[in-house]
């Protein structure tokens, strides 16, 4: 069975630090890869998205992830970290799992961005 | 704009009592999906529609009912068999289902409580 698994629930970080989340998936197959961005109370926003091609992805926000075969991850950077990115996030994979195809969600990290 | 639209945004069930979620969209897409968001595991994907008059079930199905009608309606019913109901809902849309490189659009959801 696919599995994605997110390293840390919690990630705090000072206001200008580097963000880095961390995103590891199982599959057999070569997948699609999305991370996706929770503010309270509301639904998902897609930051980015690794289909094929380049292994390094620009996203919204200054959020960019590598896409790591060797290492089956896909984490989240971003430079220095702003109030704003305070949010829960969440890694997402489309696998080829039989029986049923659609996203598999992480359990998501919620990032503190401390002044 | 385009977009998915949920509501009512907040919503109490009594004992015993069936609810319906509301769930439109006005983006064109074919795939439709509800999940279920409680604190700390993430997405549980509870039904899925590729297609209208079609739909498939996740992995928590058990107490919950959907249809698809129309290609922009994906409503989802509560019923009395879902003895845990209390939690954030989430629609989501996306361009095409199955393993497919096109990210899910999401509501702002719904958030159902107990009496």
């Known amino acids: 069975a696919q599995s994605v698994t997110q390293l840390g629930s919690h990630v705090s970080v000072s206001e200008g630090a580097l963000v880095l989340l961390r995103c590891n998936y199982s599959?057999?197959?070569?997948?699609?890869l999305f991370w996706y961005v929770q503010y309270p109370n509301q639904g998902l926003q897609l930051l980015l998205k690794?289909?094929?091609?380049?292994?390094l992805v620009k996203g919204i926000n200054g959020f960019e992830a590598e896409f790591k075969k060797s290492e089956t991850s896909f984490h989240l950077t971003k430079p220095s970290a702003h109030m704003s990115d305070a949010a829960e996030y969440f890694c997402?994979?489309?696998?080829?799992?039989?029986?049923?195809?659609?996203?598999?969600f992480g359990s998501g990290t919620r990032l503190q961005v401390q002044p | 704009d385009g977009g998915i639209t949920q509501s009512p945004k907040y919503l109490f069930r009594k004992e015993g009592q069936n609810v319906t979620l509301s769930c439109e969209q006005n983006?064109?897409?074919?795939?439709m999906y509800w999940y279920r968001q409680d604190p700390g595991q993430g997405l549980r994907l509870i039904y899925y529609?590729?297609?209208?008059?079609?739909?498939q079930k996740g992995d928590i199905a058990e107490g919950y009912s959907v249809s698809r009608e129309k290609k922009e309606s994906f409503p989802l019913t509560v019923t009395s068999a879902q003895k845990n109901p209390t939690a954030f809902y989430l629609c989501?849309?996306?361009?095409?289902?199955?393993?497919?490189?096109?990210?899910?659009?999401f509501g702002d959801g719904t958030r159902l409580s107990i009496l």
């Open positions: 989501a849309s996306s361009a095409e289902g199955g393993f497919s490189n096109q990210p899910q659009h």
């Open positions: 599959s057999s197959v070569p997948p699609y």
């Open positions: 690794y289909t094929t091609g380049a292994t």
């Open positions: 997402a994979v489309t696998l080829d799992d039989t029986g049923r195809r659609a996203l598999t």
């Open positions: 983006l064109n897409h074919d795939a």
């Open positions: 529609s590729q297609i209208v008059n079609d739909f």
